[in-house]
Structures are given as C-alpha cells and as structure tokens.
C-alpha cells in the first residue's frame, strides 16, 4: 500500500510538471514551419511560386538622447493634436502624424487609486512612435515629415456621437503627397486608418507602403514571467505567439492573409488588423535588444503611380484592453485574442457568469464566491458519490487486509477475490477518483481564466487584497524573503485543505494517510505565486467540501 501511496504522489507531481511545461498559462508554443521559412532576405533558388517575405532594414533614428523627457520636450516643441473619448485619451504628434500616446482611462498602471492611467504606447519613451509610414524603395522621410490638419487641436466624443476622423497631410515637392485619416467612434477601442499617396512628380512611381509599430513591455523590461509581452498572430484558424526571445533570433515573417497581428500581454493588446485580402506581408523584429523594442511592419503590395494618380491603403487598428466584448466590437476574430488553451470552451462561458455576477454583486471576489458556490452545486452529487464511495472502501478495508493476507503470494486469485468483494457489496474502487478527476478541467480553466481576465485587474476584494490578479500578500512591516508579505489568504487555503484531507476517509494504512497530509504543504506552496483570485476560489470551495463531508460523516 505505502509503494502505491508513492507512486500516486509521485505521478501527481509530474502530471504538473508536465502540464506546466507543455500546457502551462505562459508556454510560449513552437512557431509553424511556413512562418519559419520566411525569413531570409535575399531570396534563395526555388522551384515554389511563393516569394519569401523580405527583411527591412531598422529606421535610421538616434536612441541615445531617448528619454521621458525628450519626448516631453519634442512634443512641446511640435503641434499636437488631442483626441478624448470616454475609453481613451491620445495624442496625435505632428512629425509623422503618429501616436505619442494613448491612455486607457478605465485602468491603471499600478493598483495604487492615484496611479497614471494605462499607457498603450509602451514605446514613447525610446522616441519610436507607431503607426509611421514609410516608402519601402523611396527615403523621403515621410515618417517624421511634419503633417497638417485642418482638425481642431482637441476633438472630444460623449457617448452616442457620431464617429469622428481626423485628416492629416503632408508634402515632398515634386514627388508625393501624403494623407493619413484617423477616425474613431466613442464607445471603441477601434480606430479605423486609411492611408492615401498621391503622385504629384513628374515620373511614374513604383513602390510599397510600409507602415511600422513599435512596442516595448508593457510593464517594463522586469516584467514578471507569469504576465509576458509578446507578438501575437491569427491566421487560418490558429493563434500563435511569438516571444522576445524568439524574435531576437530571427524576425518573422507572415504572408497573407492573416486576420491580426499584434504585440499583448495577459490583459492589453495593440492589433494591427489587414482590411485587404491578400499582397501584402508582415513582419516583427528586434530593433532594440537592450529596450526589448520590437517592431511590427505591415509591407503592402506594390504599386504604380502615373503623374496625378493616387493609391489608398486601409488597415483598423485595436489599442486596448482585452475585453471580450470590445475585442468582438473590431471584428477579423480578434476575439480569439483571449485564449486559455485546451480549456476554453469552459473557461470563456465561465468569465461571461463571472461578468455577470459583477453587474449585480460590483465586487469580483463576491462573484468569484458566488461562482464557486454555483460550481459546487453542479458537482455536489459527484463529490457525494466520492466520499461515500470512500467511506464504503473504509468499511471494507478489514476484510481486504484478510483477503491479502490470505492470497498475498496469488496474486491473480487475489484480484479475482477484490473484484467479487466489490461486486457483493457494490462498491466501486475508482468511485473516490473519477470524480474528482472531471473537476479538473474546470480547475484548470479557471485557472486561466482569472489569471487572465483584464476585468479583474486591480480589482480589490477586501481588507488586503487590492488586486484579484495579484499573489495574495499582506504587509506586516517587514519584507519576507521571496514572498515579501505575508500570504494569509494561501496559508488559510492550505489549513483548509489539511482540515478536508482529516476528515475524508482514509484507506487505513497509516504511512498512506502521512503522505496524503502532505498534499496540502504541496499546494500551498505551489500556490503562494498564484493569482489571490483563484487561491480564494480553491479556499472557498475547500470549506464547502468540509461542509459536504461533515454531514456525509455525521450520517455515516
């Protein structure tokens, strides 16, 4: 019994080392072998009619003068246009007509009430601005070429506007003209980009526009490992991600059609989404391995231009949070950005009930609460049927150990023998487990469900839990090595657990039973860096169980 008690703790252990290294929230998968052969820059001898997508060359812009501050001072120093809407606030620069910033005003950089609201463009500070427009074989400048408009200096949306588009342009005598139009509704994160050239030289123009975005961590180069900034793809019905590290390799390149690219984390998305069908490439490098600045270059198809002609390109673009909803609002499956892997055919209806219980409840812990309660109910009667089945095992362990004892060298007499004890006295040796084992999904699709829904994001619970995505700390006045608070609510989680592993009926083997009570030290400890909302959907559901199980005991 104590080798099977062993072998079960071991294989546990490994089942999560396994789903954590191939399964696990931030495994990063393998990028698809077509995106991997896109890659080269010069293109090599091919019997296929497909080109590789080409390399491009880094803008030759300084980085050594960039700073916060800088970029305060060049955005004093040029005009500045300012759009204001009840989601956003961003401000559109004159030298390129690209984005300084936008800010979400619905959330916070840190979980402090005073904290700055959200900053999308993670890349001002490095002086890299996206949304830069460039001609892939003509330097002309165009992506800091002061631009123009005739738009008022600050446009503001209320709820219920019409949506709004702000024109800008600008000239190279004698070669082009440039216009950019940036239209924006009031209840979106959508903002719709068409972008048209006008040939005004004398000589026909061959070309393709490139149209450059630059990001960098969105919570800085510490950035934990549980939250990782990352490029993001859709295309053909599979979303793949793309890490720092990756890309410091080697670039990647995309064909189309893709639906979006962008670069993300757990709860925001910047996605660059192509509104043509096909002709045109992607592609994300390294411009900085220092800053871990990365770009992403949409590279049209190309075009001929005669004198007075004109050629237009449209793209949307998504700079927000990940909410279901809103991401539904920009259409090309951009939905599909929320992914919690194997388990998201549970994990995506359970956030809408989580969504829902807050409408009412205005409090996430509450409804993290009321939602372990409702899936407590649903699994009440499988849970009932483990613990009488193991309370029936219980009964029966003396007439086991007899059976043992007496066919201990036959071993296929003795299973003959179990198997008929069973029969007589209808009791299902795997009745403890399989229940416990169709919960698991739901575990682990909660799992990634509140470790990555950007609605919980610095939502507090109550008394110390400011944060619901946060690992549960309480300050004591003095930093704990490598906890820093005190994890109170996963301490109390692990006591829970200890107190339902007492009193569910063990087999009577008393290593068994030692090494059972060790679970709970196993699961708090792999718990103390977990997001304090789910350690409190595990410590609520530990003191239903103790319930369930004090009034099956109290039966029996």
Known sequence: MEKRALLAFGLALLVLMFWDYYFGLYHVPEQQKPQEQAAPTSPPATETTETPVPSLPVEPQTMKAASEERMAQVEKQFERWTVETPLIRGQILAPGARFSTLSLKNFREQVAPDSAPMEMISSRASLFLPVAVELYKSDLGLSTRPFTSSSPGSVALNPGDPPQTLVFRTEVPDRVELTKAFTFGPDSYVKDLEIRLRNIGPERISDQFVV???????????????????????????????????????????????????????????????????????????????????????????????????????????????????????????????????????????????????????????????????????????????????????????????????????????????????????????????????????????????????????????????????????????????????????????????????????????????????????????????????????FVNNVLSIAQQYLINRSA
Request: proline share 6%; glycine share 6%.
């Open 212 to 538: 450059s975005f630059y990001f960098q961590p969105y919570s800085g180069l510490e950035e934990s490992s549980y939250n990782p900034s990352q490029v993001a793809a859709y295309q053909k019905g599979e979303l793949t991600y793309h890490s720092f590290s990756d890309l410091n390799k080697k670039f990647l390149g995309l064909k189309s059609p893709l639906d979006w690219v962008g670069y993300e984390n757990n709860y925001f998305t910047q996605a660059v989404i192509p509104l043509e069908q096909v002709g045109y490439d992607i592609i994300a490098q390294v411009v900085d391995p220092e800053k871990q600045l990365v770009r992403i270059a949409y590279l049209s198809e190309a075009f001929q231009l005669d004198p007075n002609q004109e050629t237009t390109l449209k793209m949307r673009l998504y700079m927000g949070p990940k909410e279901l909803e809103q991401l539904a609002k920009a259409g090309h499956n951009l939905a599909k950005a929320v992914d919690y892997g194997w388990f998201t055919f549970i994990a995506k209806p359970l956030h809408h009930v989580l969504n829902f219980f807050y409408r009412y409840l205005h409090n996430y812990g509450l409804a993290i609460i009321l939602l372990t309660v409702i899936i407590k109910i649903i699994f009440w009667p499988l849970t009932q049927k483990s613990f009488q089945s193991m309370q029936a095992m219980k009964k029966l362990q003396p007439k086991i150990a007899q059976l043992r004892e007496k066919y201990g060298s036959d071993k296929e007499k003795l299973n003959q023998e179990l198997m008929q004890l069973y029969r007589t006295y209808k009791v299902n040796p795997l009745g403890g487990c399989l229940p416990m084992i169709l919960q698991i999904p739901v575990f682990f699709a909660l799992y990634r469900m509140l470790n990555g829904a950007v609605e919980l994001r610095h939502m507090p619970f109550m008394l110390w839990i400011d944060d619901l995505t946060a690992p549960d700390r309480l300050d004591i006045g003095f930093s704990i090595p490598y906890l820093g608070g005190l994890p109170v609510l996963t301490i109390l989680m692990g006591v829970t657990m200890f107190i339902q592993q007492k009193m569910t009926p063990s087999t009577g083997d008393p290593r068994q039973e030692q090494i059972m009570l060790l679970m709970p030290v196993v699961f708090t400890v792999m718990f103390v860096n977990f997001p304090s909302g789910l350690v409190l959907y595990w």
